[in-house]
């Protein structure tokens, strides 16, 4: 198995200096090339393209990192490590790409288990994280926007459940034993309920309504 690629980007040069000596330091990591800023990202990987980057965010940052990097079409996996992110900043994170996020101070070994997980197509939160998601918010009948939804179906909180496994329509179809255009169907009516518009929007609008447990 080929190592996992991976690019830094941290304003601070001690900070980069810290991720890059942690993915040397990992036989399963090939270290890629980092920066300060994402825009300079490019220019510092000579034409190749990681397979997770990870952003050290910090602290004075007001918007969420969004995957707009200039490395040709292929996907990224983001890592962020951020501190004092509140739970919509973490749903913009996570709506714009990000496949992990974890606190600043994360130990090496989290870090490291983050990025093989957002290489394999995985999610990771740490517990802060995904209390900060959760603190104080009981499942509700209404979005946030106050206006009520619709109850979801038993079947649609399975299919809801599947997706937040990281299961593709396929997978969930051969495991219900029905048809990818049924579950086409049940994810548009899911969508329709929690007004979410993309599965990662859906699977934290469960979360945060109790339809989903983790």
């Given at each position: 198995m080929d190592p996992v690629r991976v690019a830094v980007i941290a304003e601070?040069?001690?900070?980069?200096?810290?991720?890059?000596a942690l993915v040397e330091?990992?036989?399963?990591?090939r270290f890629a090339g980092s920066a300060a800023q994402p825009e300079m990202l490019a220019d510092c990987l000579a034409g190749s393209v990681?397979?997770?980057?990870?952003?050290?965010?910090?602290?004075?940052?007001?918007?969420?990192p969004r995957a707009e990097f200039d490395l040709a079409h292929a996907p990224l996996a983001l890592v962020l490590l951020t501190d004092e992110a509140d739970s919509d900043w973490i749903l913009d994170a996570l709506s714009g790409g990000a496949t992990a996020i974890l606190p600043r101070?994360?130990?090496?070994?989290?870090?490291?288990?983050?990025?093989?997980?957002?290489?394999?197509?995985?999610?990771?939160?740490?517990?802060?994280?995904?209390?900060r998601i959760l603190s104080g918010r009981k499942p509700s009948r209404h979005t946030a926007r106050g206006v009520p939804f619709e109850t979801l179906?038993?079947?649609?909180?399975?299919?809801?459940?599947?997706?937040?496994?990281g299961l593709g329509n396929k997978e969930i179809a051969r495991q219900l034993d029905i048809s990818d255009n049924t579950v086409k169907f049940h994810l548009?009516?899911?969508?329709?309920?929690?007004?979410?518009?993309?599965?990662?929007?859906?699977?934290m609008?469960?979360?945060?309504?109790?339809?989903?447990?983790?």
């Open positions: 601070s040069p001690p900070v980069r200096a810290s991720l890059q330091a990992s036989p399963a990591l990681p397979n997770v980057v990870v952003i050290d965010v910090e602290p004075e940052a007001s918007d969420a101070n994360a130990m090496p070994a989290e870090i490291v288990a983050a990025i093989e997980a957002g290489a394999a197509g995985l999610y990771v939160l740490s517990p802060e994280i995904l209390a179906t038993l079947r649609e909180i399975e299919v809801l459940t599947m997706l937040a496994e548009s009516s899911i969508f329709g309920k929690l007004g979410a518009t993309n599965r990662t929007e859906a699977v609008f469960g979360m945060r309504h109790g339809f989903i447990l983790m």
